[in-house]
């Protein structure tokens, strides 16, 4: 697996330019991350080193830094033999199962318990930088929980690469393969439900008696306010708000979308579905990649920590099904630039999530999730390129009310 520190933060590209390759490159805002390692919080959220005994150099001598607070007279929460003696009986089974942990040959009964705690933290924190097959952590603390000390690490996977499924080949298969279009709904249905996959609610004004509407719709309304460069430019904007309005299609998607559905009955009719022609072929590898990221039952909220609380992106932005993907599409273009516009000043980060070291089977089925999400939505856009590459010449049309339930079956009972 490809190595993902999160230390990029503040040298995001931008995770939308890589699907939109005609922004304008902002000047990234630095803002430092917090020390890793750190066992104290730090006082101030932009503090660019945290406030860690153990990340002090030691002197010639090797006095360890914990002695040396000590014989400063400073506070320090570790401070004390029988506090550094519990935390070498609780910390000492954990960190020397690190692949590549020697013991300290010139430890005896001399040694002081600073010194020899120093010296196993200090060993921990260079051995969690070694390369690994999987997981890497970034960030580290030791916590007390049950009377017993632990270390809770932030663990992180995948890159940062923006991956959005688009949706508007959707409106010109309805009426050829109808099947397969309700299979579809359903399966994007299933994980809004289940895994909370991101739609694209925002986009559209959903009600014509209240005026209610997404954010990314009412960013582009507030447009008009700042004046249009010239009439058709005026004209296009009038037929993107339109367009995105209640009777316009992405609209009526948006509602189609936002409904119901069974993990169970999915999971039932794909066993059963045995694709008929090229459409449902290409899209057949789509539909085990939903049914295998639903039955995680994990959600994607779970594992996008913001490492450093800074509002940073996180896969819960960036991996999302959108109505289009076109540059010259007023409202993707307005989405695409909010979604830079918070990499290039707060970074953006892979999947995060913390736990305690050495619940490795918690861990496992964290990285096991990660990958069926990254799959989903890989396998998505592949399917949604390519059908729209053979429909790229139909006219969209309004979806037509879903297939109706039958002698008490839901529709997709009805679907094989």
Same mark, same amino acid.
């Given at each position: 697996m490809q190595k993902t520190a999160i230390k990029t933060k503040g040298k995001a590209k931008g995770v939308s330019r890589r699907i939109r390759k005609h922004t304008v490159k902002r000047r990234a805002v630095k803002q430092p991350a917090a020390g890793r390692g750190k066992l104290f919080p730090a006082t101030d959220a932009t503090a660019s080193k945290s406030v860690v005994p153990f990340a002090l150099k030691p002197f010639v001598n090797e006095i360890p830094a914990l002695k040396v607070i000590e014989l400063q007279g400073n506070e320090n929460k570790f401070a004390g033999e029988e506090i550094q003696v519990q935390l070498i009986q609780d910390l000492y089974p954990i960190i020397s199962k690190h692949v590549g942990y020697k013991e300290n040959k010139r430890w005896s009964s001399n040694t002081s318990t600073s010194e020899v705690l120093h010296d196993l933290l200090k060993k921990f924190d260079k051995l969690r930088f070694s390369d690994k097959p999987e997981g890497n952590e970034d960030y580290w603390k030791i916590k007390k929980e049950e009377g017993k000390y632990c270390i809770?690490?932030? #663990? $992180?996977?995948?890159?940062?690469?923006?991956? +959005?499924?688009?949706?508007?080949?959707?409106? =010109?298969? #309805?009426?050829? *393969?109808?099947?397969? *279009?309700e299979f579809l709904i359903y399966a994007f249905r299933l994980v809004n439900n289940i895994n909370k996959v991101q739609l694209f609610d925002d986009w559209c004004k959903k009600e014509k008696q209240t005026g209610n509407h997404g954010m990314i719709y009412e960013y582009l309304l507030e447009r008009k306010d700042y004046g249009y460069e010239d009439d058709a430019h005026e004209l296009k904007h009038k037929e993107t708000l339109r367009y995105y309005g209640p009777a316009g299609i992405p609209s009526a998607y948006c509602k189609l979308l936002n409904g119901g559905a069974s993990l169970n009955e999915f999971d039932k009719q794909l066993s059963k579905f045995t694709p008929s022609n090229?459409?449902? =072929?290409?899209? +057949?590898?789509?539909?085990?990649? $939903?049914?295998?990221? @639903?039955? $995680? =039952?994990? $959600?994607?909220?779970?594992?996008?920590?913001?490492?450093? #609380? #800074?509002?940073? @992106?996180?896969?819960m932005e960036y991996y999302a099904c959108v109505w289009t993907i076109d540059s010259t599409d007023m409202m993707c273009d307005i989405f695409c630039e909010i979604l830079d516009e918070q990499a290039n000043n707060a970074g953006a980060s892979p999947f995060c999530w913390t736990e305690i070291l050495g619940n490795n089977s918690e861990n496992e089925e964290a990285i096991d999730f990660c990958k069926k999400a990254k799959h989903f939505f890989e396998t998505g856009r592949k399917m949604a390129h390519e059908i729209l590459k053979k429909v790229k010449n139909n006219t969209a049309e309004y979806p037509l009310p879903l297939t109706k339930k039958k002698n008490g079956k839901r529709f997709i009972d009805i679907l094989v």
């Open positions: 809770e690490i932030m #663990n $992180t996977y995948g890159d940062s690469d923006a991956i +959005f499924i688009p949706l508007d080949f959707l409106s =010109k298969i #309805n009426l050829s *393969h109808r099947r397969l *279009h090229d459409f449902e =072929k290409i899209a +057949f590898p789509f539909l085990q990649a $939903t049914l295998a990221l @639903a039955k $995680t =039952k994990k $959600t994607l909220i779970e594992y996008c920590e913001q490492p450093w #609380n #800074n509002g940073e @992106a996180t896969p």
